[in-house]
């Protein structure tokens, strides 16, 4: 009966320590093996054992975490406060630098991304800011990632998520942008103008080398006219035709009136 007992004594003690030897790392971990308080190796995925006591394994996740950036109060080179916030994502790639070489990696990721956010952007006009967003993103990435690396993380992505303008900012870009849209319209106003001119020029020469196409043209205008048929009926002559005619008129009567208004001459006397 004592024989029983010790073997189930020894059982549970084997039990107990298997249990307590046992670890198993995810797909997407890594174990950084301590063992004394020393690194001793990085397990891979799978069914790991350990040295109660002596051994503590800790696990890393090796997946993109995703870490938004809260939104900073910026001032622009050109002297504007704008608000902006951002989302960063990274990776750990040394599962044993991440223990190792720094306390908390996500907290001390996530104060940097916010200081270099604000150093980035208030090197840029506010209208830099706005239009080349990915020259922001790549420089805010690569400041990151020159220090993040020996941290054992890699910085694979950041992303300026929100702009937030001034109210007096908003109306003034708002008057701008309607400026700018009523030049364009002002513009191709004028642009139409001249071509319109232009056309007009070259179907007065032809015109003027083709007298019977001023008549076409004014036949046409009649039909025109005749389409809602209107009792009106317009007879329009070539304006120059015109003026010529008035022309000869008063010509003639101005030679007629000199004729009658000359003096006659008086019957000599004869001795």
Known sequence: MNVLGVVIVVL??????????IRIVTQYERGVLF??????????PGLNFIVPVIDRLRRVSMRIVTMPIQSQGIITRDNVSVDISAVAYFRVVD?????????????????????????????????????????????????????????????TLVELKDIQLPLSMQRAM?????????????????????LAAAALGDASDTMMAHPLALQLRN?????????????????????????????AFLARE???????AAPIPEAGVYS
């Open 174 to 194: 708002a008057r701008q942008a309607e400026a700018e849209r009523e030049k364009r319209a002002k513009i191709i106003a004028a642009e139409g103008e001249s």
């Open 12 to 21: 549970v003690v084997v039990l107990i320590v298997a249990a307590l030897s």
């Open 95 to 155: 599962a044993e630098k991440s223990v190792v070489a720094i306390e908390n990696v996500y907290s001390a990721i996530d104060q940097i991304a916010q200081t270099t956010l604000r150093k980035v952007v208030g090197r840029h006009t506010l209208d830099q800011a706005l239009a080349e967003t990915d020259t922001i993103n790549i420089d805010i990435r690569r400041i990151l990632d020159v220090t993040t690396l020996e941290w054992g993380v890699e910085v």
């Open 219 to 247: 036949l046409q205008t009649l039909i025109e006219l005749g389409v809602d048929k209107n009792t009106t009926v317009v007879f329009p002559a070539p304006l120059m035709s015109a003026i010529g005619e008035i022309s």
């Open 35 to 44: 063992r004394l308080g020393r690194v001793v190796a990085v397990r891979e």
């Open 254 to 260: 101005n030679a007629s009136a000199a004729l009658h």
